[in-house]
């Protein structure tokens, strides 16, 4: 079955120092998608990035990367140099072709606050 | 329109009323997804629409909850005799074919729904 762990549910931080959010995620199928998506005070959710299951390289958009490891089902999520407009709490998300119904399953999300 | 909208924004409703949710998908948006969301809890589905399918309603919590959708359009969550459980962030999101092929889904701002 489906599933998306994010074991950190609230993580605090300085202003400026680098923090990972950690995604680990369950399927059975070979081709698979995950997401990252960032919820504001505000409520809306923002997505940030789509990757699927065989693209294995690294991303970096500015200060946000990611790092998929296919051997241990992870999906992580780091942002440099971070800065108070981060905080957040961000969500990961799985999304397969066969297993189960629910077209996007979430994690339960990390709380993230950037003290200034 | 430009993004996902949903109305209304706020709702306190009394317990044993009826409440229907409004979205308004992406244009051209042929998938249209309902998420509930409880205070400090991950995102929880609830029911697919994807064009002229049947509807995935795997995720109703009960038969209290149904929603409806006109075509590829407007989309009517409807809750019928509220529950105080039912106080949530009720979340829409559309993409524009379905998410098991890994579109992005794009989330509105959501509806709060009090109940008292």
């Known amino acids: 079955a489906q599933k998306v762990t994010q074991a950190q549910t609230e993580i605090s931080v300085v202003e400026k120092e680098d923090v990972t959010l950690d995604c680990v995620y369950e399927t059975r199928d070979t081709t698979y998608y995950l997401f990252w998506y960032k919820q504001p005070p505000s409520g809306e959710l923002v997505f940030l990035i789509r990757?699927?299951?065989?693209?294995?390289q690294n991303e970096i958009s500015g200060r946000y990367s990611w790092n998929f490891q296919k051997s241990t089902s992870s999906f992580n999520f780091t942002i440099t140099a971070s800065q108070v407009v981060d905080s957040a709490v961000y969500f990961c998300?799985?999304?397969?072709?066969?297993?189960?119904?629910?077209?996007?399953?979430f994690g339960k999300g990390t709380r993230l606050s950037v003290i200034a | 329109g430009a993004g996902v909208s949903q109305s209304p924004s706020n709702k306190v409703t009394e317990k044993g009323k009826d409440v229907e949710l409004r979205c308004d998908p992406i244009s051209g948006h042929t998938a249209l997804y309902w998420y509930r969301q409880r205070l400090g809890q991950g995102l929880e589905f609830l029911i697919y629409f994807q064009g002229n399918s049947a509807p995935d309603k795997s995720g109703l919590p009960s038969d209290r909850f149904s929603a409806e959708r006109t075509g590829e359009s407007v989309s009517t969550l409807t809750i019928q005799r509220t529950q105080q459980e039912d106080s949530a962030v009720y979340l829409c999101a559309s993409s524009q074919l379905a998410a098991r092929s890994g579109n992005t889904i794009y989330f509105g701002e959501g509806s709060w729904l009090t109940v008292v």
């Open positions: 998300a799985l999304s397969d072709l066969n297993s189960g119904n629910t077209p996007l399953v």
């Open positions: 990757r699927n299951s065989f693209d294995e």
